[in-house]
């Protein structure tokens, strides 16, 4: 079945205890992203990756690290995490097409949610 | 990208159709609306893509008005598992790769 996983769904931690959260895809999509979703802020994107060693900054990137070692994985990576961070948090991926390599329609993950105390 | 105006709630009686409205008043030539939906802080789910002309998938239909200041959401037989926010998008091909919803259109479907 194609889908995006995503490793833990529920996470509790306290402050400055360094975390990483998983996503993977089994689509062999280029593009993979992380959002946050926060109430009232609707869905942030963290950061994102076209493709294997390639990752930009999203809209809230401070505090948080990706690498893109391989094509499936894409883990979020939180060094020293703070309460401001609780949040529910979505990966997303997406083949990426065209000349202008256009993302179409991104496929999300079931989402992580984070409490930091 | 355009910023787009969605009700936001609508009621729907299962089995009949919903039909949810997106006003984008100010979208250019090259940009795309899509429609996704999200259901209880579950993954969104992307639903249908248009630019101008309508289209119709396995999930829904979307109506694009011939000046492209709206669109219509069309589910056409609304079941109790559909009731979720439904959120209007517009992008620009080969734009921004991120996604930014808004608040989106609560729809709720009732037996």
């Known amino acids: 079945e194609a889908q995006v996983t995503q490793n833990p769904r529920y996470l509790i931690t306290v402050t400055g205890k360094k975390l990483t959260v998983t996503c993977s895809q089994n689509m062999n999509h280029e593009y993979m992203s992380w959002y946050r979703q926060d109430p009232g802020l609707g869905l942030r994107q963290i950061y994102y990756s076209m493709n294997v060693e390639v990752t930009d900054k999203g809209d809230v990137p401070e505090g948080y690290k990706v690498s893109r070692k391989e094509k499936r994985n894409f883990p979020l990576i939180l060094e020293s995490p703070s309460p401001n961070q609780t949040s529910l948090y979505f990966c997303?991926?997406?083949?990426?097409?065209?000349?202008?390599?256009?993302?179409?329609?991104?496929?999300f993950g079931p989402g992580t949610r984070l409490t930091v105390t | 990208d355009a910023k787009t105006t969605q009700p936001t709630s609508m009621d729907c009686a299962e089995g009949r159709a919903a039909n949810l409205p997106c006003n984008h008043s100010t979208i250019s030539g090259n940009e795309y609306v899509y429609w996704y939906r999200q259901i209880h802080s579950q993954g969104p789910q992307y639903i249908i893509h248009g630019l101008k002309n309508n289209e119709t998938n396995e999930m829904a239909s979307l109506i694009i008005t011939e000046d492209r200041k709206s669109s219509t959401l069309i589910l056409p037989h609304a079941t109790l598992r559909d009731t979720a926010v439904y959120y209007c998008i517009v992008r620009v091909e080969g734009g921004s790769e991120k996604l930014v919803f808004g608040k989106g259109t609560k729809l709720t479907v009732n037996p």
């Open positions: 997303a991926s997406s083949p990426v097409v065209g000349t202008v390599r256009w993302v179409y329609e991104q496929y």
